[in-house]
């Protein structure tokens, strides 16, 4: 056998021509004989012939099924056109060219079109032939004997044939639909007045016909005269109960409401009538919660108004003395003084006496208390720079124990933090005038729109501004002191240092301030006592204050002032003198 094939180079491959090859080879290496070569070829020979033989019975049996199957499908799309009615069908070629499979591939795209729109077709005629049925057996009165969907007859699904079909549907739809819409809104308005009035809609609505309940579909419901009669006439006998049960609810609600008023009641337990009071302005046909005129509901709020009216006078007193209390507050916020024990009494004789109604007392009280915050507010501006002043004099005093703090430069725990404070205190301690000078203008300003002294805690708030001016004043000549006195005592060291020329060891630095200091302080000490003797009969004057913390507070500031003298000069940094440098 002639070898023709060979070895692809390109594709890599072994083809039967370089197997044919190799497998010369081998016989030539082996030393097979001719006559065995020629069997084995004719044999594989053979074996082609075969696989041939198979391969083209398998494609002619491939090809009739191909014919069978174009003829079914010509057959079925012919079947199909004549069933719709519609022979005009865009989707069919007329003569499908080219291959057997060409064809069916022509053919199938306009076949699956077609039997999707028969299965759409008998779906319509299905669903028209259904409705037709349903209602025919309502309107006979024998729907539920009727059971599954009628048969389509699949030989005549055109559109003039389902047209009919329409038709004849409308026909009986047009019978039925007045009918059953006046039904429907019978059935909700029932429903919905029957929610309202927390009646059972079905006890209710299956007394006028077992088939109006909502359980059961919409074009299973009875469409009779006698059903339309009996659902007017329980219609109009629910809407005349709401009518009534609202109107008593109504008035049992405004009782209700003028309690809490008088009382006072919270917030809180008036919120859990809410569903009660929400229709207290409400028309009927406005009423639509589940529920809203439920005849428990309704007995609730008598047995409430019942309650309230009975602890109204218990409770009068409660709620005069609760107004007063707040009344207290508001001037106790505002820094006013009252007398509250003689307020109490005058209440207690107002309602033990009986002459004036528990409203008009409680009325009058609440105007007092709008009356005084009215006058709170006018205030707030000022008190609030007072809180600042005072907060300031606070820090100022704890600078001054500070200062005199001999190891607050010494690298302990915290020593870092207090000197940052320090260096705040000292920029806030030197706003402290302009504070004052901006509280003592508002203040002025504030009295002469009042025409009255702004006072505080009893006490005028200008005389305590005064007071505070003249003893920093007072503090500041005696700084100036303790400066000229430290000066007048390094002069004198220095000249002695001349007459003996002598000059201090720099090693020795602390030998001038040990000299010095126990002058300084010898000084300091009596005009302290002078300053506390003057602090104390302020204080005295004072005492009678209501507010002990804030009156400690307002007067703490001077003490401190003076404080200072006690300390040797050489260690005292007041707030504004810069720190001295270590020699």
Excluded at 3 to 23: A, I, R
Excluded at 314 to 337: D, G, N, P, T
Excluded at 432 to 444: F, N, Q, W, Y
Aim: hydrophobic share 35%; with cysteine.
């Amino acid at each position: 056998m002639e070898v023709t094939d060979s070895q692809n180079p390109l594709l890599g491959e072994t083809t039967c021509g370089s197997l044919l090859q190799k497998l010369q080879e081998i016989w030539d290496e082996v030393g097979e004989s001719d006559e065995e070569r020629d069997k084995m070829l004719l044999l594989i020979e053979q074996e082609c012939l075969d696989v041939y033989k198979r391969k083209v019975e398998q494609a002619v049996k491939s090809r009739t099924q191909l014919l069978q199957a174009l003829s079914d499908a010509k057959l079925e799309l012919s079947t199909l056109v004549s069933a719709l009615g519609d022979k005009s069908f865009v989707g069919i070629p007329e003569k499908p060219p080219g291959t057997i499979k060409e064809q069916l591939r022509a053919i199938a795209p306009a076949l699956e079109q077609l039997w999707k729109q028969k299965e759409e077709r008998v779906k319509e005629f299905s669903d028209v032939q259904s409705q037709i049925q349903k209602i025919c057996g309502e309107i006979t009165g024998n729907a539920g004997e009727q059971t599954g969907a009628p048969a389509v007859d699949e030989s005549d699904l055109s559109l003039k044939k389902l047209d009919e079909y329409q038709l004849k549907l409308q026909e009986l739809q047009k019978e039925k639909s007045d009918r059953l819409h006046k039904v429907l809104e019978f059935v909700s308005s029932v429903h919905d007045l029957c929610a309202v009035l927390r009646m059972d809609f079905f006890s209710t609505v299956t007394e006028v016909h077992p088939s109006l309940d909502d359980s059961t579909g919409v074009q299973s419901k009875s469409i009779s005269n006698d059903t339309l009669l009996r659902l007017a006439k329980t219609v109009s006998a629910l809407n005349e109960d709401k009518k009534q049960r609202l109107h008593k609810l109504q008035e049992l609600v405004t009782q209700l409401i003028d309690l809490w008023n008088l009382m006072d009641t919270p917030e809180e337990e008036r919120r859990l009538f809410d569903h009660v009071t929400c229709n207290i302005s409400s028309s009927v046909d406005e009423v639509t919660v589940p529920g809203a005129l439920a005849l428990d509901l309704i007995e609730q709020a008598e047995v409430e108004v019942e309650r309230l009216d009975q602890l109204k006078s218990s409770r009068m007193k409660e709620l005069a003395f609760k107004r007063q209390v707040e009344l207290e507050e508001i001037f106790a916020r505002a820094h006013i003084e009252i007398d509250p024990e003689a307020a109490r009494e005058k209440i207690m004789a107002v309602i033990d006496s009986g002459n004036v109604e528990p409203a008009e007392l409680l009325a009058d009280m609440d105007n007092q208390i709008a009356k005084a915050k009215e006058e709170a507010l006018t205030r707030k501006e000022i008190l609030d720079r007072v809180e600042k002043w005072m907060s300031a004099c606070e820090e100022e005093s704890w600078l001054e124990d500070y200062n005199r703090d001999e190891n607050r430069y010494n690298a302990s725990r915290g020593a870092h933090l207090n000197l940052k404070r320090a260096e705040k205190v000292r920029i806030l301690v030197n706003k402290i005038p302009g504070m004052v000078d901006t509280l003592v203008a508002k203040t002025r300003a504030w009295e002469e729109d009042h025409g009255i002294s702004f006072t505080y805690d009893s006490v005028p708030l200008l005389a305590m501004l005064d007071e505070y001016a003249m003893l920093r004043q007072e503090r500041e000549e005696e700084k100036r002191r303790l400066r000229d006195q430290k000066k007048f005592g390094e002069l004198q060291n220095t000249e002695q240092e001349a007459i003996f020329s002598s000059r201090p060891s720099p090693a020795r630095p602390s030998g001038t301030k040990k000299v010095v200091g126990p002058r300084a302080n010898g000084g300091a000490n009596g005009t302290h006592s002078r300053r506390l003797s003057l602090n104390a009969n302020q204080n005295g004057s004072r005492s009678a204050a209501k507010d002990g913390k804030r009156d400690s507070m307002r007067l703490a500031a001077p003490v401190n002032y003076v404080a200072i003298s006690k300390e040797d000069p050489a260690s005292h940094v007041s707030g504004t003198d810069p720190v001295p440098p270590s020699p």
